[in-house]
């Protein structure tokens, strides 16, 4: 039999197989520009799924180490690694959907040092959310604020003192002998022996703040090298957008500094290893050695309890009449009102300065002080200081008050935004270099979001069946984007 077709069949024949394989390669783009957003994604989740692992292990940061090991940073590495998970992900043979990457740009990327630290601060606060309540991180700041402080650390005694025994040493001209006989006759009263106060002044003085406060203690002898680090040096920067929790009074920042307090080991709280023993305290004082940094805390330690006990010396009724009876004894027989003044002002405040020590040494201990204490809370007798400076005493313990992780996390709300930010990061990059294979590791190769692009080919299938062979030698090409952040 013989079989025919005519020409509008053939014609109409032709048009319908055009159509069919035309909407199949309509439907293959646009499954290949789908596959392609796979497989961008899957290669950024692979990419940053090699984030460097003793980070995460010790302080709970992600961040991937776009160096690679090494000491140079350079984008292609990181970009090299994406284009081979891309690869990887893609059809090894001539499947339906199989494409070709070509290239992949990272367009946009952020380190973990970049704004001064901004981006590790947003990530530490994120890891603090985990571990707790708004209500919590909400109490304790207020309780910490309720500290008051304006970032003045200076222990004001020395300065008093030494205006107190100038006006001993050059007295002013008395005043008229009547107004001295009455002034004498409303103060004069019995003073029992007392320890001199500015005596017992230099003796702290000679002995220094740190050490009057830890005698007796074993004081850790470690040191870092501090040029060099990621505080004082010159940081790779990252072209992405960040946002930055220090920028104003952001419950973020909150979180921040309680994920510092816990993470960074202080006094009392050391941890074994070859770094920072106060660490928390390097972070406050960015110094060289444990003891220089202890120092300065302690020093500032000792400048704001003294501002409080000042309070509560001036504020009860017998302890100021104590502190005018001694300044008139030690005024001696002048009597001069106005000297008398000036030497009191210094009698209260070495007075207020010994009962510091008191409390340095009980918070260092690990134990509580009320921030304004009453009566029944002071420790201290005027007329007997010399018996408190001894390495033994120490302030009344109280159930409630102030801890010195309370002191601390007062003195960090008082820092720059770029040492609060960077010098967290000194030490997890020295702790770091201690790690075996990671001796190049530097905090500001560390990538912790990037915005990649990549760009795919590939070549028609049904379109070379209907003839359309100029069409069909061509490649497509697209590009995809996409972006990922710990």
């Known amino acids: 039999m013989r079989g025919s077709v005519t020409v509008f069949f053939s014609m109409i024949l032709t048009i319908l197989c055009s159509l069919f394989f035309s909407m199949s390669e309509t439907i293959r783009i646009l499954g290949m520009q789908s596959r392609s957003t796979v497989i961008t994604r899957e290669a950024l989740a692979g990419t940053c799924s090699e984030y460097q692992p003793y980070l995460w292990a010790a302080y709970q940061i992600l961040a991937l180490d776009g160096s690679y090991g090494s000491n140079d940073f350079h984008v292609g590495m990181v970009e090299n690694r994406i284009g081979e998970f891309c690869q990887n992900n893609c059809d090894g043979g001539n499947g339906l959907f199989h494409m070709e990457p070509t290239n992949c740009r990272l367009k946009e990327y952020c380190l973990l040092t970049d704004g001064d630290g901004a981006v590790f601060m947003q990530q530490a606060a994120k890891m603090a959310k985990q571990q707790i309540s708004l209500e919590a991180i909400q109490q304790w700041h207020d309780g910490v604020c309720s500290m008051g402080g304006d970032g003045q650390y200076e222990i004001s005694a020395e300065s008093q003192v030494d205006a107190a025994e100038k006006a001993l040493e050059h007295p002013d001209p008395s005043p008229a002998q009547d107004e001295t006989e009455n002034f004498m006759d409303t103060n004069q009263a019995v003073v029992p022996t007392f320890d001199n106060p500015f005596r017992i002044f230099r003796e702290i003085k000679e002995k220094g703040w740190l050490g009057i406060v830890t005698e007796g203690r074993e004081i850790s002898q470690r040191t870092i090298v501090t040029d060099g680090t990621v505080s004082t040096r010159s940081l790779q920067q990252g072209t992405g957008i960040f946002s930055d929790i220090a920028a104003g009074e952001d419950k973020n920042l909150w979180f921040y500094e309680w994920y510092l307090l816990h993470r960074f080991p202080y006094f009392g709280q050391e941890t074994k290893g ?138 960090l709300f008082l820092l720059n935004k770029k040492a609060l930010g960077l010098r967290p990061m000194d030490l997890m990059e020295e702790d770091l270099r201690r790690q075996n294979g990671f001796e190049n590791a530097r905090m500001d190769h560390m990538l912790c979001s990037m915005e990649v692009a990549c760009a795919y080919q590939s070549y028609p299938i049904f379109l070379s069946v209907v003839g359309t062979e100029s069409f069909s030698r061509n490649w497509y090409s697209y590009e995809c984007e996409d972006a990922i952040a710990y």
């Open 274 to 411: 070859d770094g920072l023993a106060y660490q928390m305290e390097y972070i406050i004082a960015g110094k060289s050695s444990d003891i220089e940094n202890l120092e300065t805390v302690v020093c500032h330690l000792l400048a704001m309890r003294q501002v409080e006990n000042v309070l509560t010396i001036t504020s009860n009724p017998g302890m100021i009449q104590q502190t005018y009876q001694v300044a008139l004894s030690l005024a001696g027989a002048s009597a001069n009102p106005a000297v008398v003044q000036l030497v009191q002002a210094g009698v209260v405040a070495v007075w207020a300065l010994v009962e510091s020590i008191l409390d340095a040494r009980r918070l260092l201990d690990g134990g509580r002080v009320a921030l304004v204490k009453t009566a029944e809370q002071w420790t201290s007798q005027l007329y007997s200081l010399a018996t408190y400076i001894v390495p033994s005493q120490k302030a009344r313990e109280t159930d409630t008050g102030m801890t010195y992780v309370h002191y601390l996390a007062s003195q």
